[in-house]
């Protein structure tokens, strides 16, 4: 019995730590390219949940195509955002970025907010409601999507990475933006590419996770500061630590909410984060 | 404000005698909106000196107005007379600013902005959930007014009115820029400037570096619990939205867009975010949109702030941040 409400914990932690490994990964790539910890991902999360969502109830379409198209969508406005807002401030002190970011992240709320109001919609899924059964774990199939897709779009994430001629752009320029232009690589677009793969990524985690918790214009804030804490526990610019570091924090909180206490739930992994760098105040793997 | 004599100067001069009768000149309404100006100028103030002149963006600091705010309310509730709770208001805060600052300053940049973010996150979940001392989301409400002063004869200042609250918050405000006035013009206040401008040659002329930021943010703290206990006695209720991440932000913006590294800046700055949406009759919610464009505007065509490129001319507008001349 009691194993059985460990697994079940974990495979929870599981599903939602997929959710904090894409959006980690997301804010990873673009710290790893502009230095600028980009508060406002989380909107793009939360966009691409209401994209999917008016797609899904206005149009018609089924989910998958809705997400796909989101994830599109959400690519052209990361785009966007990088040439109007990040672009400017690339070259100033780091605190600029970090503010520019934050105003973005109010600015895009609110927007929402004023469209659409604060009710929280449930997008429909036709997975919503079957459950599948596991060695005494049950696990809605929308879950288990979340956990699969999430790993699938990981690994193409990693193929674009390690495999792919642009891949190796984006890891020199996230080595050492002046050499790599020196080397005639193209760093603006390299920065468009990273915002649009890290935005469409976003859009596919708020996609998924739509049917289970809601879509609603505040839902960018938690997982944004969950992925904050995520990639400064495992190196800002890492991408094994976003991966590694979303999965692990899924659990931990998971098994915490079960164990210790589900109010304060959110608080664990901040109090982690505090507990953390007070240690090592570059995080676990920093090279500060 | 480096060596200028802004006390002797008529401008100065002429702006008080305006502050000291608006309160006769205004209606009622705009008097409260005056009062909450103030108390939001020594907040804005407050996280001023933490931003501007450690550098570093702190997303915790409604953290410690609601703290001096709760703390000056439940004080009050124990019977403590407001002008006890007051000051006890500042230095719980302070406390908390020492404890709080203490693990964070040894952050910088974006760790230090995720960490106090994350401090701030905590004492809002902390404040929405402990019921049994805060009252959780429902708020503290009856709050008591501060006790009347006696005057000679029989005659007493009372505070039910926004008109002598406002002279209250006024005097604050102006304590508050007196002190750092002083602070900044110190050896500390150099201290401040050095560790900003270049940590690492400060710490080689000898200037621990932690211990002067640490030393900022508490007094930022302090401040900012002194401010939270004027704002409850004069709204007479306080809830733990009032001192959420958007507080924060808000009062970073007043600091942003008024320029962090001057002392009327934080002041401009609190007047401009909190008059522009009143005049406009704009809802909350399109204030915080246009905040959030107005901080992204700001922060590349003028890092400075208004009153920070006001004093340093416009040639130079694009260049320099929040932290750094």
Known sequence: ?288 | MKGESLKTSRVFWAILILLVLLPFLLPKAYLHLAVIIGIHAILALSLGLVVGFVGQLSLCHAGFYGIGAYTSALLTFAHWPFWLALPAAGVISGIFGLLIGLPSLKTRGTYFAITTLSFGVIMSIALNNWISLTNGPDGLSGLALPGPIPLWGRTSISFNSPRNYYFLVGLFLFFTIFVFRRLLNSRVGRAFSGVRDNEVLAECLGIRALRYKLTAFIIGAIFAGLAGSLYAHYLRYICPRDFSFAESFDLLVMVVVGGAQTILGPIVGALFILALPKFFGFEPVYGRVAFGIILIIVMIYMPRGIVGTLQRGFRSSRGGTVGHP
């Open chain 1, 1 to 288: 019995m009691e194993a059985a409400i460990f697994l079940q914990q974990v495979a929870n932690g599981l599903v939602i730590g997929s959710i904090y490994a894409m959006v980690a990964l997301g804010l990873t790539l673009i710290f790893g390219i502009l230095h600028i910890g980009n508060f406002a991902h989380g909107q793009l999360y939360m966009l691409g949940a209401f994209a999917t969502y008016w797609l899904v109830t206005l149009l018609g379409w089924n989910i998958w195509s809705s997400m796909f198209a989101a994830m599109g969508l959400m690519a052209l406005l990361g785009m966007l955002l990088e040439r109007v807002v990040f672009r400017p401030v690339h070259s100033a002190p780091h605190i600029n970025g970090l503010i520019v970011a934050l105003g973005l992240f109010i600015a895009l709320e609110n927007i929402a907010f004023i469209l659409w109001g604060g009710d929280e919609r449930t997008l429909p899924s036709p997975y919503a409601t079957s459950m599948i059964r596991l060695l005494s774990i049950s696990l809605t199939v929308q879950r288990l999507l979340v956990f699969a897709v999430s790993i699938l779009l990981i690994f193409l994430l990693y193929l674009l990475i390690q495999k792919t001629k642009m891949g190796k752009a984006i890891r020199a320029v996230a080595q050492d933006p002046e050499v790599a232009q020196l080397m005639g690589i193209p760093i603006h677009r390299i920065s468009s590419t990273v915002f649009a793969v890290s935005s469409a990524l976003a859009a596919a985690a708020g996609a998924m996770v739509g049917p289970i918790f809601c879509v609603f214009p505040s839902m960018g804030l938690v997982p944004i500061l969950k992925a904050f804490v995520v990639i400064v526990l495992g190196g800002m610019g890492s991408i094994p630590g976003a991966i590694f570091g979303g999965f692990i924090l899924g659990v931990a909180e998971s098994l915490g909410a079960g164990y210790l206490s589900s109010e304060y739930k959110d608080a664990f992994a901040f109090a982690a984060l505090i507990m953390v760098l007070m240690v090592k105040p570059s995080g676990l793997f920093g090279k500060e």
